[in-house]
Nanobody, 119 residues
Framework: QVQLVESGGGLVQAGGSLRLSCAAS????????MGWFRQAPGKEREFVAA????????SYADSVKGRFTISRDNAKNTVYLQLNSLKPEDTAVYYCVADTNSWGSYAYWGQGTQVTVSS
């Protein structure tokens, strides 16, 4: 069982930045595939970014590429999502996700953290 706790959400003006953090439990964090999803009001949950457990390979949704950066600190069992050049359409609840497998769906989800971008 992997527990995930997100932090760092908040209210920011368009063009601003935030950094989300996700602390994970487990002694083999470095092998976990980690990621972020988001869900805006009235919309379906969507993939944002992911980072592999082995070599730290990253992937991003086209809508955030060049603005968001995912990273991980295996010594702290933490994954980060740096959000830059924020737009009102980035407003959503952001969820940290994890899985012990290198592919497929994510088995573990955090409780979510709200990001609100004002215009």
């Amino acid at each position: 069982q992997v527990q995930l706790v997100e932090s760092g959400g908040g209210l920011v003006q368009a063009g601003g930045s935030l950094r989300l953090s996700c602390a994970a439990s487990g002694r083999t964090f470095s092998s976990y595939r980690m990621g972020w999803f988001r869900q805006a009001p009235g919309k379906e949950r969507e993939f944002v970014a992911a980072i592999s457990g082995s070599v730290g390979r990253t992937s991003y949704a086209d809508s955030v590429k060049g603005r968001f950066t995912i990273s991980r600190d295996n010594a702290k069992n933490t994954v980060y999502l740096q959000l830059n050049s924020l737009k009102p359409e980035d407003t959503a609840v952001y969820y940290c996700v994890a899985d012990t497998n290198s592919w497929g769906s994510y088995a573990y989800w955090g409780q979510g953290t709200q990001v609100t971008v004002s215009s």
